[in-house]
């Protein structure tokens, strides 16, 4: 898709972030949008500022763990606009604590916005894609989709599997010849509130000295990139059909050190921790 004028975008988590950049900045390239979120404030500051943009706009509460609710919103979506072309898996949540530490209904509720949320809607809106004659799916995993950390176990898990979801999903669609592909997105950090809007386990301070809050302050002030720079690496790469986004310089650098030390990577991360804990 060289041209998004036009064309009709489905965003999730569009009330803040990555979400609203997306938001905006398919407006500024007269794209037509459908976005949704699960805090209502947000969207509705989202939806304001998309006032007199030109572009029809429509947004739905909604929670994308919620199976029924994505692919009623879908439907919606097609028949509110016609047709859709993009759709963006872009909602998340975030999640910190040790395995023995983090109960099952915390993974449960991870997987559910960062996983399922994603495969919902990828699967929901695919066949109005390929309707279309022209559509593209971008999910957004996470530099933590490229490489593990310590008490990241659930966000990882989930961001992993977004990463193998769309990869998998990007040669279906190649094989099966469809006018729709797909792009996978890893963000290093940039500055949004899911750091603040995240959950903790207690067992972040036994491992660290610090509450959980008290490391996602301290994790927050590595975030360098803005959503609105996200935003247009995202779209850049949709012009140009890009299996995998890179966003941010620390994104870049990890991605190599990854390559460059597949597993040896680990003990750096396990130092860098017992040297703060230590420090602190």
């Not at 949008?33 to 969207?43: F, K, P, Q, R």
């Not at 706009?57 to 994505?70: H, I, N």
């Not at 449960?108 to 809607?121: L, Q």
Request: proline fraction near 2%; glycine fraction near 12%.
């Amino acid at each position: 898709m060289k041209n998004l004028a036009n064309k009709v975008a489905a965003v999730t988590g569009a009330g803040s972030g990555i979400g609203r950049a997306l938001a905006l900045a398919l407006a500024a390239q007269g794209c037509h949008l459908a976005l949704c979120d699960v805090d209502e404030t947000g969207l509705d500051e989202t939806a304001a500022l998309l006032a007199g943009s030109g572009v029809t706009t429509t947004t739905t509460v909604l929670d994308v763990a919620d199976e029924r609710g994505v692919y009623a919103w879908a439907d919606r979506v097609v028949a509110d606009h016609g047709r859709v072309n993009l759709v963006c898996n872009n909602a998340g949540v975030a999640l910190s604590g040790t395995v023995g530490g983090v109960g099952l209904d915390d993974y449960r509720w991870i997987m559910g916005v960062n996983f399922w949320g994603v495969v919902y809607g990828t699967k929901a809106f695919l066949p109005h894609l390929e309707a279309s004659g022209q559509g593209h799916v971008v999910n957004v995993s996470s530099v933590f989709g490229l490489s593990s950390q310590p008490l990241m176990s659930g966000y990882n898990a989930s961001k992993f599997a977004v990463r193998g979801f769309t990869e998998s999903l990007r040669q279906d669609l190649k094989v099966a010849g469809s006018p729709v592909s797909a792009t996978c997105v890893h963000p290093g950090g940039i500055k949004t509130n899911i750091a603040r809007t995240a959950r903790h386990d207690d067992s972040v301070r036994e491992l660290t000295g610090k509450s959980g809050a008290e490391a996602g302050r301290e994790f927050e002030k590595l975030f360098i990139t803005s959503p609105e720079k996200a935003a247009a690496a995202i779209l850049r790469g949709v012009r140009r059909d890009r299996p995998r986004v890179l966003i941010g310089a620390d994104a870049r650098a990890l991605d190599a050190l990854v390559r460059l030390l597949p597993t040896g990577y680990q003990r750096l991360f396990t130092a860098a921790v017992r040297s703060r804990r230590s420090r602190g």
